[in-house]
């Protein structure tokens, strides 16, 4: 069986849909959270390292520990410490794709930042790497 982490936020919403009450569940949230078996911090380092090896960038991995109930000060925290991968992370994800040929034309360069800034890169990278 494989577990993944989850926020409080993930958990309080799994808990509500089977019919707990709130009480029960700020009482049982405080209390993985107290005993260390829940963490968000630990969550969002976990669920950055899955998205980095999907590809994702980190525009789109900050939009979804957003919608996962994260701070956004723990996201920047753990989003600053892979600063330094994006550049190549999105080479990587722009030549599996295309390969290292340049584009051809302004359709093709746009159908390529298009797809990459749907991966979640900024649009500063994504210019730096079509357009050099």
Not at 15 to 32: A, K, N, P, W
Not at 51 to 69: C, M, T, Y
Request: hydrophobic residues 30%; neutral net charge; charged residues 35%.
């Amino acid at each position: 069986m494989t577990t993944r982490e989850h926020s409080l936020r993930e958990l309080q919403y799994k808990l509500q849909s089977r019919g707990y009450d709130e009480h029960t569940i700020d009482c049982v949230l405080q209390g993985l959270s107290k005993s260390g078996l829940q963490s968000d911090d630990r969550f969002a380092e976990c669920f950055i390292a899955s998205r980095v090896n999907k590809g994702s960038g980190p525009v789109r991995i900050r939009a979804e520990l957003r919608e996962r109930g994260i701070d956004e000060t723990l996201i920047q925290a753990h989003l600053e410490g892979c600063s330094d991968l994006w550049p190549e992370l999105l080479q990587q994800v722009h030549d599996a794709k295309y390969g290292q040929h340049r584009a051809k034309d302004r359709k093709e360069l746009a159908k390529r930042a298009r797809f990459l800034e749907y991966r979640g890169f900024p649009g500063e990278l994504i210019r730096d790497l079509l357009f050099d």
